[in-house]
C-alpha cells in the first residue's frame, strides 16, 4: 500500500460516522480509499446531511504518532492481521500495535473478570495463565486491574497480548505502568484508537469486541451478575466464539456472573487441562467468514428516485432499537443494491449507525 492510500485510509477511519463496517463498504465498492473519500461528502450529501472528513494533517500527524512510540499499523487486509478476526465484518480496519507482532497469529485464548478481584482469584488466573501459555496458547486480555492484570503477568514469558481501549500509549489504569512497559517489550499491546487517545467509556464496548473476537475461548473469572465481563461473555457467544467459566462460592457477589454462566452451559473450568481437553475434543471451531459483507454495486445502477423512496422508507420504519439489514430490504420492496446504497448515505449522513450481525437502527 503506498503512502497516499494509507492517508486516505486513516482519514476515512477517522470521520465521524464511518465505522469498520461502513469503511469496508466504502472500499469495496471504490475499490480504494483514494476513490472513496472522493465519492463520500457527496454521498452524505445525498443522504441529507454534510460530511467532515478527518484532514490529511490529521492522518500524518497519526502516522507520526505511532512511529514516535514504536507502533506498528496492522491493516485487516494485509498479512499480519489475525485471520480469527478478520472474520467478523466488524473487526478494526485497523490495529495499533506495539511489542512482538508475531503473536498475532498463534492460538490464543482471552481471560477477563472482576476488576476488584478476590487474592485467590489473582493467584488462580496468574497460575492459569501460565499453564495455558506452557501449553502453546497466547493469553489475550483488557489490560485492566484485577483479573487481566493477573492474565497478562502470568503469561508475559510465553505470550501476552493486551487490548487497551485508548490509544496504545496510554497507560490505564495507572497502577499498571509497569506491565504496560513489560508488555511493549516482552508481549504486545494492540489499539484500534490513535495513539494519544484517553479511554472513555465509549471506548471500552469496542476494545471488548476485540477480546470476544481474537480467541478461540473467553474464559470468566470472578464477574458480578452485571459487569462488562459478561458483555464480552455475550459478545463473544454471539460470535461463536467459546465461553468458559470458573465457578466461585454462592455467597460471593463477584462469583455469581460466573455461577451463572456455567448454569446456562459454559463449560466449567478448574486447571488449564479443563480448557486444553474441551478445545481439543473440537468444541472450539472456525465461525465461517461473514455473508453481510455483500457487493453494493448491480449491473444496472439504480436510479436516483429509488434511492431517494428507500431512504425516506428507512427513515420512517427505524427506531434505535437494531433490525437486521435483510428485513429492511424486504420493508423497502427494492433490489438489494439499491437498498445498500440509500443504507451507505443515510450512515454517512449520521441518521443511521450499524451493528455486528448485519444489524441497523437510527440515530436521530
Known amino acids: 500500500m503506498n503512502e497516499r492510500e494509507t492517508l486516505a485510509r486513516i482519514r476515512l477511519l477517522r470521520t465521524r460516522h464511518i465505522g469498520p463496517i461502513t469503511f469496508h463498504h466504502l472500499l469495496q465498492r471504490y475499490g480504494s480509499a483514494l476513490d472513496a473519500i472522493k465519492a463520500a461528502p457527496d454521498l452524505a450529501a445525498r443522504g441529507g446531511r454534510k460530511l467532515a472528513l478527518a484532514s490529511l ?3 500524518q500527524a497519526e502516522i507520526a504518532a505511532n512511529k514516535a512510540v514504536g507502533a506498528s499499523l496492522i491493516w485487516q487486509d ?5 485471520r480469527r478476526l478478520a472474520q467478523f465484518n466488524d473487526s478494526p480496519a485497523c490495529l495499533s500495535a506495539c511489542g512482538n507482532l508475531h503473536l498475532l497469529n498463534r492460538p490464543s485464548i482471552a481471560i477477563v473478570g472482576a476488576r476488584n478481584a478476590s ?10 495463565a501460565h499453564d495455558l501459555g506452557t501449553a502453546g496458547y497466547v493469553v489475550v486480555s483488557g489490560m485492566a486491574r484485577g483479573i487481566d492484570a493477573a492474565a497478562h503477568r502470568g503469561s508475559l514469558a510465553t505470550g501476552s497480548i493486551g487490548v487497551v481501549a485508548g490509544g496504545v500509549d496510554i497507560i ?6 509497569d506491565l504496560f512497559k513489560r508488555m511493549k517489550t516482552e508481549g504486545l499491546l ?6 494519544g487517545t484517553a479511554p472513555t467509556p465509549q471506548h471500552f464496548p469496542t476494545r471488548n469486541r476485540i477480546i470476544a473476537s481474537l480467541p478461540a475461548c473467553v474464559i470468566v473469572v470472578e464477574a458480578a451478575a452485571r459487569s462488562g465481563s459478561l458483555i464480552t461473555a455475550r459478545e ?7 465461553v468458559m467459566a470458573v ?28 480448557v486444553i481437553t474441551h478445545i481439543s475434543r473440537g468444541h472450539i471451531v472456525e465461525m465461517p467468514p461473514s455473508q453481510d459483507n455483500i457487493v453494493i454495486m448491480a449491473e444496472t445502477p439504480p436510479s436516483d428516485e429509488d434511492i431517494s423512496l428507500c431512504r425516506s422508507k428507512i427513515l420512517d420504519a427505524l427506531a434505535a432499537e437494531p433490525v437486521l439489514i ?9 433490489p438489494p443494491a439499491t437498498v445498500w446504497i440509500a443504507l451507505l448515505e443515510l450512515e454517512l449522513a449520521g441518521f443511521i449507525t450499524r451493528h455486528y450481525g448485519n444489524r441497523i437502527s437510527r440515530l436521530s
Open 326 to 334: 435483510d428485513a429492511v430490504i424486504k420493508w423497502c420492496d427494492r
Open 236 to 242: 463473544a457467544a454471539d460470535r461463536g466464539t467459546e
Open 57 to 59: 494533517n490529521q492522518a
Open 78 to 82: 494485509g498479512e499480519l492481521y489475525p
Open 119 to 128: 487474592i485467590n482469584a489473582i493467584q488462580f488466573v496468574e497460575n492459569l
Open 172 to 177: 490505564y489504569p495507572p497502577e499498571n505502568r
Open 247 to 274: 465457578p466461585g462460592s454462592p455467597l460471593d457477589p463477584r462469583a455469581r456472573g460466573c455461577n451463572r454462566l456455567i448454569q446456562d452451559g459454559a463449560a466449567l473450568v478448574q486447571t488449564a487441562d479443563d
Open 190 to 195: 494492540l489499539a484500534e484508537m490513535p495513539p
